[in-house]
């Protein structure tokens, strides 16, 4: 069983920047490379939303809020992924998950959530 654990939530001032951080444990880097990785934020009363996503072949796609502000990251050799976060905005209080997936075997995980709250 995949566990993914996010890490580098909590608070900032607005126009501040910072970057979180997802761990895939209990899998190979062989197979952790073929994951296509996302981070998908939820606010308070909001449904989840992507924000940005890496395929295992390192395209790149990002919502389009969030495009010019945020950059996606992995590192298959540390079986992780990073989301860094510049210019932060009030509206991006969220909670951040960390989502690995591959349709074509079934797989689809879930980290538990950081909390980033941005202040005004």
């Known amino acids: 069983q995949v566990k993914l654990v996010e890490s580098g939530g909590g608070l900032v001032q607005a126009g501040g920047s910072l970057t979180l951080s997802c761990a895939a444990s209990?899998?190979?880097?062989?197979?952790?490379?073929?994951?296509?990785m996302a981070w998908y934020r939820q606010a308070p009363g909001k449904q989840r939303e992507l924000v940005a996503l890496?395929?295992?072949?390192?395209?790149?796609n990002y919502a389009d809020s969030m495009k010019d502000r945020f950059t996606i990251s992995r590192d298959n050799a540390k079986n992780t992924v990073a989301l860094q976060m510049n210019s932060l905005k009030p509206e991006d209080t969220a909670v951040y998950f960390c989502?690995?997936?591959?349709?074509?075997?079934?797989?689809?995980?879930w980290g538990r959530g950081t909390q980033v709250t941005v202040s005004s």
């Open positions: 989502n690995a997936v591959k349709t074509s075997i079934g797989v689809n995980y």
């Open positions: 209990g899998t190979s880097g062989i197979i952790f490379r073929i994951y296509d």
């Open positions: 890496i395929t295992s072949g390192g395209s790149t």
